[in-house]
């Protein structure tokens, strides 16, 4: 099948597909495969592995910067103040935990945590240049099983993370387990563009230029690849907020960015 | 959407490399570390929350009742209209413009007054600056000329102000005498030299870069 086509199959029954569970239990999928559940985690390790020296640079270039924009706006609306302790999941190379630990300042704490030991590394040597170190901890984790105490965090954040969860549900009752009382999760991710026309040009952006692009300057265009198709198994907007509520979260609500290419959704803990 | 961040990101880069470009504003800065300061204003649809550390984090929050929660949590919130934004460069001004309902202030009123001394004593060395990318001797040069060209044009306008003033404070001075009429345009001449003089001098450098390449 071709990727098109299975865009469009997933597409006609997205709840189906992208919730998962409906699947086998043993199945999940890497982006457009489908892999053994087992496997997807070591697999996107790989990816992530293989990304993370270009990753930042690769950002710049792939989203002409727009990101961000994206992550500033994710921040913007997180409500973080001096004192706050923030958990930036899934936090790779720390573009979010660098803004966070200045505003949350000495008082306050950041906890990167990442699954992938080379996007900390990269995360960690960039932060330490930036003259970060007192506020903030390197935590290697999965965020389907948080290894933090309940009621830990005043924010969670995860910017495009979850789609590379193998189990997005366990993942955010992680997130509600250890987010406080009050507390708020923000979660940026890739998402259904609303325009139709914007649909195809983005189709066409990312499964034909992104992978090139990716070629050329990461000289790695499996691992964009994965990328662009990740994106379009991710649930889209609804759904995400359904599973939020699912797991949990209270008051719910997602804002649409750049013509829904990306959605930041938020939820509280009540 | 992202029209506030895309705001926000220009002032913090704007503020962030004027701060660099001034050594010891570091001393001055780390007295505000920690702080936070609310400026919201009446024409704009977004407050701007100015946070300090080694630097200057600017987050443009919307005004909703999401993020009112946020907004009580700045040490200071100034709310103004936007033409009294450039009288904030005075900080000594600041009870004066509160007095006159100007301009309203919530919290503390020293992070006000430290952010606005920040800014007016940046002493930026701006030849250096500049030698950076034309060499040391031409900017020395277009240096010395664009100095001299704002002292004389300074000194036209003040005149040209006290002027003004006068007039506004003598009602039954309001038509202008010919005499005035004269002196003005002689005024706005000496400007109007002061500028040529500037743009032939930076023509005549530009020539002489060229020639040396
Ligand atoms: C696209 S990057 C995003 C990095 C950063 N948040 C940003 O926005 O630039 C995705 C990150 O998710 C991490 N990741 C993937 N699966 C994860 C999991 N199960 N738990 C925690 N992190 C995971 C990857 O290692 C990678 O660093």
């Known amino acids: 099948m071709s990727v098109s086509e299975k865009h469009a199959s997933t597409a006609a029954n997205p709840s189906a597909s992208n919730k998962q569970a409906p699947e086998s239990t043993e199945k999940t999928h890497f982006g457009f495969q489908q892999v053994d559940k087992s496997a997807k985690a070591s697999m996107v390790a790989e990816v992530f592995q293989s990304v993370a020296a270009k990753y930042d640079i690769m950002n710049d270039v792939m989203s002409l910067g727009i990101h961000r924009l994206w992550k500033r706006f994710t921040i913007d609306c997180s409500g973080a103040r001096a004192g706050h302790k923030v958990l930036d999941l899934a936090g790779g190379t720390g573009d979010l935990t660098a803004k966070f630990s200045r505003i949350v300042g000495e008082s306050g704490e ?95 952006y990312s499964f034909h230029l992104l992978p090139k692009i990716g070629e050329l300057v990461a000289k790695d265009g499996d691992s964009y690849k994965y990328l662009a198709e990740s994106i379009r198994m991710h649930p889209e907007q609804d759904v995400l907020k359904d599973m939020m509520q699912g797991a949990g979260f209270e008051q719910v609500t997602y804002h649409n960015l750049t013509g829904g290419i990306v959605a930041l959704h938020r939820g509280f803990k009540f | 959407m992202l029209v506030g961040q895309l705001l926000s990101a220009g002032i913090e880069l704007a503020l962030n490399q004027l701060l660099q470009l001034d050594p010891d504003c570091q001393g001055r800065l780390k007295k505000l570390s920690g702080k936070q300061l609310q400026v919201s204003v009446n024409e704009l649809p977004w407050s701007l929350l100015f946070t300090f550390s080694g ?74 600056q500049l030698s950076k990318y034309t060499g040391d001797v031409v900017a020395h040069q277009t240096f010395s000329s664009v100095k001299s060209f704002f002292t004389s044009a300074q000194q036209e306008i003040d005149k040209l102000a006290a002027q003004f003033s006068t007039h506004l404070t003598q ?43």
């Open chain 1, 110 to 204: 950041v906890v990167l945590a990442d699954i992938n030991d080379a996007m900390l590394r990269v995360g960690r040597d960039k932060l330490r240049d930036k003259g970060i170190v007192s506020n903030v901890k390197y935590v290697q984790a999965n965020a389907e099983a948080l290894p933090f105490p309940d009621n830990s965090f005043d924010i969670i954040t995860i910017a495009f993370g979850l789609r590379n969860v193998t189990d997005k549900d366990k993942a955010l009752a992680s997130m509600y387990r250890v987010l406080k009382p009050g507390g708020r999760l923000l979660v940026l991710e890739f998402s259904k563009p609303t325009s139709e026309v914007l649909n195809k040009v983005y189709d066409a």
């Open chain 2, 55 to 128: 630097q200057i984090d600017v987050s443009a929050l919307e005004r909703n009742e999401e993020q009112a929660a946020m907004e009580s949590s700045a040490d200071c919130h100034i709310t103004l209209g936007l033409g009294t934004l450039s009288d904030l460069k005075d900080s000594s001004k600041i009870s004066q413009l509160i007095q006159q309902g100007k301009l309203d202030l919530a919290g503390d009123i020293n992070v006000a007054q430290g952010f606005s001394n920040l800014m007016k004593e940046l002493d930026i060395d701006w030849e250096e």
């Open chain 2, 171 to 213: 009602p039954e001075a309001v038509a202008v005498k010919p005499v005035e009429v004269d002196d003005f345009c002689e005024q706005v001449n000496v400007l109007r030299s002061a500028s040529d003089r500037l743009e032939a001098r930076i023509d005549q450098l530009i020539a002489s870069q060229q020639d040396d390449q």
